[in-house]
């Protein structure tokens, strides 16, 4: 597969379609609807982990790597996937959580029993005086890093949730067995791999920050190139045609010219964050705050900029199983829904890099609407939640805040048609289904030509039609027009430009260059040829322009 012309399509397998009735999605329902993520145009599914889990974070503590947990079905329904899939020219990319486990495995079962072998899986600490933790390192989900074991008057080390102990990769055996984790599945057909928090598995000095939370002295840590150039001589670098990549929490650019320069024999792409935090106040994600446009652009433009000089690769994404829907953030839930969910998808998917679509983008999907704390599921902000409350803050204003930053927003169930369950299950839902897909479904959704769907599918076209969208150059233009998004993909004889107006009002903008000779590919409203150096924009209009010829 190659790799820049294609779309990859995040499945949150427990929130998109549920066969059996038990209300959780499963391996059949996605089998259930390859023809639907073929009509759409996507090339791969990345599938959130499937594996045995006690389900603390939602499958990200893992109990088993090598079994298929029986909510979701079984071996047989994967295998079959796989090929129901390959038949479609799809192919499926696995989520690996390999910095921690569950702390159901057995690995860490016998780790507390005192095994020596399975101790050393895991990073056991002494704490300081009067049962002080080892670091003031902070958990990501909040509190402290390092829960006390009284029986043996240590602690150990959890990044995430208590439920999720931190693997210790500096044992030569615990790689090992990670790397067997692989090839046990690329034996079963599978093309490719994401890789959970992985810049987190090689540790700095265990030792306080006195700056933060630790995030510096466990990031980007001093041995991750060199773990990562083993695991992949020793798994999915001996298939070329493997396609990874790593999530990079908190990490800097600088780091990911290693990770996705294809010469370091490392990743394929890396999914960086710093462009999501453009509606956090500072880098707080628990508050209220607008968006900073300004902000988001030019993160947005220095790492499309500086990766490419660099020789590496983007993961390009706006929504994931981790971020709260991008209309309900960047857009409009309003009058001008359609309008800002076609527009955000323009502005991403033809950058310089691999587009991520989430399940539910390409229908325009909003925030989850949960009006009381018993609707939500999420580990972190339930934890969030409660320090937000001993803080000081009223109920109230920790649900507000919850409702426009909590992970379950991406979470509720596809919206399969206007049923009361939107099609996702005959059972009772895991988690609530948004009221609004009384509106907003698949079914409705293909059947209207000027719906979000049909405008995602003419974008992935696009990708797949233009090599400039593929192996073009990136040049930001008009960057500091702080009303428009807008940048140019060149090729020698060609020039793609795309013009987005992040606002809800009319706005015109002036052009670098005369306009002169581009036609319109692709608009979500209908436009005419630009002519001089100004195009008066409406409210969250997107415009895909194209000229051959020599640039002028």
């Given amino acids: 597969m190659d790799y820049k012309k294609s779309v990859i399509y995040e499945i949150y397998l427990k929130s998109f379609c549920d066969t059996s009735g038990n209300g959780f999605g499963d391996l059949n329902g996605i089998t259930s609807k390859l023809d639907y993520l073929q009509t759409l145009g996507v090339n791969m599914l990345w599938l959130c982990p499937f594996f045995v889990s006690p389900q603390v974070d939602n499958g990200y503590d893992v109990a088993d790597y090598y079994a298929v947990d029986p909510r979701y079905g079984t071996m047989e329904d994967f295998d079959n996937l796989v090929r129901e899939a390959d038949r479609r020219g799809i192919g499926l990319m696995l989520d690996m959580v390999f910095n921690h486990t569950s702390d159901q495995h057995v690995w860490f079962q016998k780790a507390l029993a005192g095994d020596p072998y399975y101790r050393d899986f895991y990073i056991f600490r002494k704490g300081g005086p009067d049962h002080t933790p080892p670091t003031n390192w902070q958990s990501r ?23 999720q102990p931190d693997l210790n990769w500096e044992n030569p055996a615990v790689r090992q067995e990670l790397q067997k984790v692989i090839r046990f599945w690329m034996d079963k057909g599978v093309k490719g791999f994401r890789f959970d928090v992985i810049n987190q598995v090689s540790k700095g000095a265990y030792r306080d920050d006195p700056d933060g939370d630790g995030t510096r002295l466990f990031t980007d840590g001093p041995r991750i190139h060199e773990f990562l150039k083993e695991l992949n001589a020793n798994s999915f670098g001996r298939d070329p045609a493997i396609v990874t990549v790593g999530e990079m929490a908190a990490t800097q650019l600088e780091s990911c010219y290693r990770y996705a320069n294809p010469q370091e024999k490392e990743l394929s792409m890396v999914f960086s964050f710093h462009h999501m935090r453009a509606d956090f106040a500072g880098d707080q994600k628990w508050v209220l705050a607008p968006v900073d446009f ?71 999907m909003t925030n989850g609407d949960f009006p009381t704390l018993s609707d939500y599921r999420d580990v972190e902000s339930l934890n969030n939640y409660r320090i937000l409350t001993r803080r000081g803050l009223s109920p109230d204003d920790a649900l507000r805040i919850l409702a426009k930053h909590s992970r379950d927003n991406a979470r509720t169930p596809m919206q399969w048609d206007d049923t009361p369950k939107a099609g996702f299950t005959d059972g009772t839902p895991w988690i609530g289904v948004n009221p609004n897909c009384k509106t907003i479904n698949a079914r409705a959704e293909l059947a209207d030509e000027d719906s979000v769907f049909h405008y995602y ?66 608009g979500n409203y209908p436009a005419a040829a630009p002519t001089g150096q100004s195009i008066a924009l409406r409210p969250y209009e997107a415009l895909v322009l194209y000229r051959k010829g020599a640039q002028a």
């Avoid at 909040?142 to 990044?159: F, I, K, N």
């Avoid at 983007?314 to 309008?339: C, M, T």
């Avoid at 989430?358 to 229908?363: C, F, S, V």
């Avoid at 428009?484 to 993909?489: I, L, N």
Wanted: aromatic share 16%; with cysteine; net charge negative.
């Fill in 294 to 364: 300004p902000s988001f652009k030019q993160v947005v433009f220095t790492w499309q900029s500086r990766m490419a000089e660099h020789g590496a690769w983007n993961a390009l994404f706006l929504n994931n199983h981790d971020q709260p829907r991008i209309v309900s953030r960047f857009g409009s839930e309003g009058v001008y829904w359609k309008q800002s969910a076609k527009m955000l998808g323009t502005l991403y998917q033809l950058l310089r890099g691999t587009p991520f679509l989430y399940q539910g983008e390409e229908l325009g």
């Fill in 457 to 522: 599918q003419r974008l992935i076209a696009l990708r797949k039609q233009y090599d400039v969208v593929s192996d073009g150059d990136f040049q930001p233009v008009t960057a500091e027009d702080d009303g428009v998004f807008a940048y140019a993909r060149t090729l020698p004889g060609e020039t793609l430009l795309v013009v987005c107006n992040f606002y809800g009002e009319d706005y015109t903008w002036q052009a670098d260059r005369t306009l002169d000779g581009f036609r319109v590919l692709l």
């Fill in 141 to 163: 989900f909040g509190g402290s890093a390092w829960e006390y074991l009284p029986q043996q008057d240590e602690y150990y080390l959890h990044l995430y949730a208590v439920q």
